[in-house]
């Protein structure tokens, strides 16, 4: 089983709608969280960043984080075609010994039609 | 703003050939990170550096090498190519703050390695 399960879709919405992506996680020791969005052939672009439970918004995008139930969100609002893109949930622990890496979900394609 | 650059772009080679793939970091970001990323597979953790040290290491085979050099630039040596490496290598930064690692990554646009 992987660390992060994330549901690959693909997510096929029309502009305007909101949209929510989402992981699940088994590693209770992560601290970090991370959305990025990545287009086609391009490097992933962080979006959201999150440290803990909570809710964070910017603009269009608000993230959630759920650590009781090892579940994360990425809601966005009003989506627009220019969305369309794969979006990557990643996250990392605490670290010991002050290194660590980032664990990523499958990424969840997204199209977003006129 | 800078961002983090990665060369070459595109790079083709045959089977038990040698690539070298370079980054350079955001500037006053200590910390990279390499990732393979295989065709709609999800980004794989290789290896990562602190300030010229190796600081942890993931799904790198042994043929695969890197090194952080002393102005933070890294580059992921390839040996004996095989037609399963063929992928898209990403290269991340971050500011490391001693212990506590600032883990806002930012990646480059990745080097496409295709092998013939």
């Known amino acids: 089983q992987k660390e992060v399960e994330q549901d690959p879709g693909p997510l096929s919405v029309p502009e305007g709608a909101i949209v929510s992506l989402n992981c699940t996680y088994s590693?209770?020791?992560?601290?970090?969280f991370m959305w990025y969005r990545q287009y086609s052939r391009k490097g992933p672009e962080l979006l959201m960043y999150?440290?803990?439970?909570g809710n964070k918004e910017d603009g269009r995008f608000t993230a959630q984080v759920d650590k009781s139930s090892k579940y994360i969100s990425l809601f966005i609002r009003d989506s627009q075609p220019s969305d369309s893109a794969t979006y990557l949930c990643?996250?990392?622990?605490?670290?010991?010994?002050?290194?660590?890496?980032?664990?990523f979900g499958a990424g969840t394609r997204l199209a977003v039609h006129p | 703003a800078a961002g983090v650059i990665q060369s070459p772009r595109h790079l083709i080679k045959e089977k038990r050939e040698t690539a070298t793939l370079k980054c350079y970091p955001i500037?006053?970001?200590?910390?990279v990170y390499w990732y393979q990323q295989g065709p709609g597979q999800d980004p794989q953790f290789l290896i990562s550096?602190?300030?010229?040290?190796?600081?942890d290491k993931g799904s790198i085979p042994d043929r695969f090498s890197a090194q952080q050099f002393s102005d933070y630039h890294s580059e992921l040596n390839m040996s004996s190519l095989e037609l399963g490496d063929s992928a898209l290598y990403f290269c991340?930064?971050?500011?490391?703050?001693?212990?506590?690692?600032?883990?806002?990554?930012?990646f480059g646009q990745g080097t496409r390695l295709t092998v013939v």
């Open positions: 991340a930064s971050s500011e490391g703050t001693g212990e506590y690692l600032n883990t806002e990554a930012f």
């Open positions: 590693n209770s020791a992560f601290q970090y």
């Open positions: 999150t440290y803990s439970s």
């Open positions: 990643a996250m990392s622990s605490f670290p010991s010994g002050g290194y660590n890496k980032l664990i």
């Open positions: 500037p006053r970001h200590d910390t």
């Open positions: 550096f602190y300030e010229k040290m190796q600081s």
